[in-house]
């Protein structure tokens, strides 16, 4: 079993910054894609940004600018950096990672993190 682990989420007002970290544990052979969704209360969970196991990134258009995703392949970690936040910004932020399992079969499994509470303030 793999675990996602976030932390860094928390009050801030508008145009201030947080970072989010997550840490992936447990069996696991290699890490592969990482990303960042978040979710609103009543609205659907959306695809923010993400970056693949050759360092490609992609970013939904509304952040572009603002957050950042870096990764740290030795500590099996993703980060969000998010500068110049708004109110809009607020939601549970969940750490995704499509990571190989040891096993003849080195298949794909999909892992998310419990979610962090951001709260941006106005």
């Known amino acids: 079993q793999v675990q996602l682990v976030e932390s860094g989420g928390g009050l801030v007002q508008a145009g201030g910054s947080l970072r989010l970290s997550c840490a992936a544990s447990?069996?696991?052979?290699?890490?592969?894609?990482m990303r960042w969704y978040r979710q609103a209360p009543g609205k659907q969970r959306d695809l923010i940004a993400g970056?693949?196991?050759?360092?490609?990134?992609n970013y939904l258009d509304s952040v572009k600018g603002r957050f950042t995703i870096s990764r740290d392949n030795a500590k099996n970690a993703v980060y969000l950096q998010m500068n110049s936040l708004k109110a809009e910004d607020t939601a549970v932020y969940y750490c995704?990672?499509?990571?190989?399992?040891?096993?003849?079969?080195?298949?794909?499994?999909?892992?998310w993190g419990q979610g962090t509470q951001v709260t941006v303030s106005s």
């Open positions: 995704y990672a499509l990571v190989v399992v040891p096993g003849p079969s080195l298949k794909e499994y999909q892992y």
């Open positions: 447990g069996n696991i052979f290699t890490v592969n894609d």
């Open positions: 970056v693949s196991s050759g360092g490609s990134l």
